[in-house]
């Protein structure tokens, strides 16, 4: 990777770099807010190390002044207490000085992850792409806008838009819209084909959730989940989590 180190100590910038492996590139370094934008500008790094306490004006400041896209943040400070504003910049780990070796492998292996899904990602978007453009991938049905769901008095036409989440329930699927909970008779799998893919995504073997309703995403011991407008946390698998993390920034753009 590409890694530029912002730390306006050089005793911090060279433990940093000790720690990086052979394949890790330093392409810059600095020591202030305005050095760090002038060397961020110039060399494009995939990765920032970055300390928040630095001369001129912090490490948010810094992040805020980026064209985007970002590359990927990995906070490095002495201060434990920006933790939760850290993450809300979508830094991918914040690590508390002194640094240690296995917990910086675990960061930088977690940016490496996240840069090849990326990549595979793009590569996959760019070939439906010539594909459409030569005529030689069909283009499937449309994904439904509205479902028909039986009642006990008769049926409502739901608008797609308006379900917040969708969960397995024995043969049936539970959509959660408007406050209220309605069956339908229909697996995930082929209610997951008809809708429309850019707003939904499959969190979980039991759960659907519309990117227009999620507020975060949360990494707890007890696992992963994401975590609605309304508070509800649906839980979030470990091998749809970096499927589902892409989605959600594609959305956001």
Known sequence: MRIVIIDDEPIARRGLRQLLGPDDVVVGEARSGPEAVRVLGASKPELILLDVQIPDFDGFEVLRRLAPPLPAVIFVTAYDGYAVRAFETHALDYLVKPVHGDRFAAAI????????????????RELVELLHARGALAVGPEPVQRLVVPMNDGEIVLDTASIEWIEADDYYAALHAERRRFLLRESLDSLERRLALAHFV??????IVNLRFVREVRWQESGACVVLHDGRRVPLSRRRREIVEAAIRQFSR
Not at 109 to 124: N, Q
């Open 202 to 207: 499959r969190v979980h073997r039991s759960a």
């Open 109 to 124: 292996e977690r940016v490496r992850v996240r840069l090849h899904t990326d990549r595979i990602a793009e590569a996959s």
